[in-house]
């Protein structure tokens, strides 16, 4: 069977239950996530994508879980992503992220550990019918909970124990400079050259960067982070933390 066929297969499924009808989505989701992902409060609505929100606090700093859903009618899929972030400005990007502080990445990426997927299977699909959407949704706080969870624990030991972090943190934390200045100045460097973190030359950021790389024991894929690291915690700091 191709591709389309497995996709015709999924969106012209037959039940015997109602068209949806417009906002009932919204009802459907909140109504499961309810039950099934308590701690996780429904933020908003906003350019077709439902995001739910858990805010944990660690080493007293905020951390915003998310679980984003976007519901395309037309299209007859929903796609979702799960992310772990401390700045709080990252909420509407719909960019996923790979670095160690605001991490964004697709639910159905962490179910199958893999980014290479067929598009048959890179969506969850629906046909525009209550009993089958509701199994959809039933099916994606089922993966939620299994995958997203167990990749959101690990972003909270990562905060909770590593030493890169801790080193992070501890240098904005004493950091005493214009806020206003710093981000300019980033975004300057940033945008003159091409916007790769390799183009900035401020100052504190290629401080902070060298503490960073100076930590012990941290392993080869963690440390080709850490230049976006660097970057991302003045940003944070930037904004006012």
Same mark, same amino acid.
């Given at each position: 069977?191709?591709?389309?066929?497995?996709?015709?297969?999924?969106?012209?499924?037959?039940?015997?239950?109602?068209?949806?009808?417009?906002?009932?989505?919204?009802?459907?989701?909140?109504?499961?996530?309810?039950?099934?992902?308590?701690?996780?409060?429904? %933020?908003?609505?906003?350019?077709?994508?439902?995001?739910?929100?858990?805010?944990?606090?660690?080493?007293?700093?905020?951390?915003?879980?998310?679980?984003?859903?976007?519901?395309?009618?037309?299209?007859?899929?929903?796609?979702?992503?799960?992310?772990?972030?401390?700045?709080?400005?990252?909420?509407?990007?719909?960019?996923?992220?790979?670095? %160690?502080?605001?991490?964004?990445?697709?639910?159905?990426?962490?179910?199958?550990?893999?980014?290479?997927?067929?598009?048959?299977?890179?969506?969850?699909?629906?046909?525009?019918?209550?009993?089958?959407?509701?199994?959809?949704?039933?099916?994606?706080?089922?993966?939620?909970?299994?995958?997203?969870?167990?990749?959101?624990?690990?972003?909270?030991?990562?905060?909770?124990?590593?030493?890169?972090?801790?080193?992070?943190?501890?240098?904005?934390?004493?950091?005493?400079?214009?806020?206003?200045?710093?981000?300019?100045?980033?975004?300057?460097? %940033?945008?003159?050259?091409?916007?790769?973190?390799?183009?900035?030359?401020?100052?504190?950021?290629?401080?902070?960067?060298?503490?960073?790389?100076?930590?012990?024991?941290?392993?080869?894929?963690?440390?080709?982070?850490?230049?976006?690291?660097?970057?991302? %915690?003045?940003?944070?700091?930037?904004?006012?933390?």
């Amino acid at each position: 069977m191709s591709w389309y066929s497995k996709i015709k297969s999924k969106i012209e499924k037959k039940d015997d239950s109602p068209e949806l009808k417009r906002g009932q989505v919204k009802h459907i989701l909140i109504s499961e996530f309810e039950r099934e992902l308590p701690e996780f409060n429904f %933020l908003e609505y906003r350019n077709g994508c439902y995001t739910f929100e858990n805010i944990r606090t660690i080493s007293g700093r905020n951390v915003y879980e998310h679980l984003h859903i976007t519901f395309a009618l037309k299209d007859r899929n929903l796609s979702c992503s799960v992310a772990s972030r401390i700045n709080k400005n990252y909420l509407r990007s719909n960019r996923y992220n790979t670095g %160690l502080i605001n991490r964004h990445i697709d639910l159905i990426v962490l179910k199958k550990g893999t980014g290479v997927i067929p598009v048959e299977e890179a969506y969850y699909f629906h046909n525009r019918r209550v009993k089958t959407t509701t199994g959809i949704i039933k099916q994606i706080a089922k993966d939620f909970n299994k995958f997203g969870k167990s990749f959101l624990q690990k972003q909270v030991k990562q905060f909770e124990k590593s030493e890169l972090l801790k080193t992070g943190f501890n240098f904005i934390d004493n950091l005493v400079i214009d806020k206003s200045e710093l981000n300019d100045q980033m975004e300057k460097d %940033l945008n003159s050259g091409g916007h790769l973190i390799s183009s900035i030359k401020n100052e504190t950021y290629l401080n902070l960067k060298s503490e960073l790389q100076n930590v012990k024991g941290i392993n080869r894929e963690t440390r080709k982070n850490i230049p976006k690291l660097a970057y991302e %915690l003045l940003e944070f700091y930037a904004v006012g933390k």
